[in-house]
């Protein structure tokens, strides 16, 4: 059974820094794109950052390009999102998932196959 546990989400003051992780099991996750995804209060999910299998691809959205970076180690099955320079606008409980797609695909929520539960990350001001 595959699962995605995010950890590392808390409360952060503006200006701070945190790092995400999510842990991928049940299956090798090496072939696919990973990508961060986050949903704020009353807002719809919305995509935030993703990298290729190889991590020679990533996209960023333009409200978080310069501040986050994402990685993976296909060793560990994990993807990271290294949050810096956080405002309270980024507040949002913040998803992990896995696709199947390649290119300008992975910034498409549909496009991703398996998804975890979620971790809150809030940033006071």
């Known amino acids: 059974q595959v699962q995605l546990v995010e950890s590392g989400g808390g409360l952060v003051q503006a200006g701070g820094s945190l790092r995400l992780s999510c842990a991928a099991s049940?299956?090798?996750?090496?072939?696919?794109?990973m990508g961060w995804f986050r949903q704020a209060p009353a807002k719809e999910r919305e995509f935030v950052a993703a990298i290729n299998w190889s991590g020679g691809r990533i996209y960023y959205a333009d409200s978080v390009k310069g501040r986050f970076t994402i990685s993976r180690d296909n060793a560990k099955n994990t993807v990271y999102l290294q949050m810096n320079s956080l405002k309270p606008e980024d507040t949002a409980v913040y998803y992990c998932?896995?696709?199947?797609?390649?290119?300008?695909?992975?910034?498409?929520?549909?496009?991703?196959?398996?998804w975890g539960q979620g971790t809150q990350v809030t940033v006071s001001s």
């Open positions: 049940g299956r090798t996750f090496s072939n696919y794109a």
């Open positions: 998932a896995v696709s199947q797609f390649s290119g300008s695909y992975i910034k498409v929520q549909e496009k991703y196959d398996y």
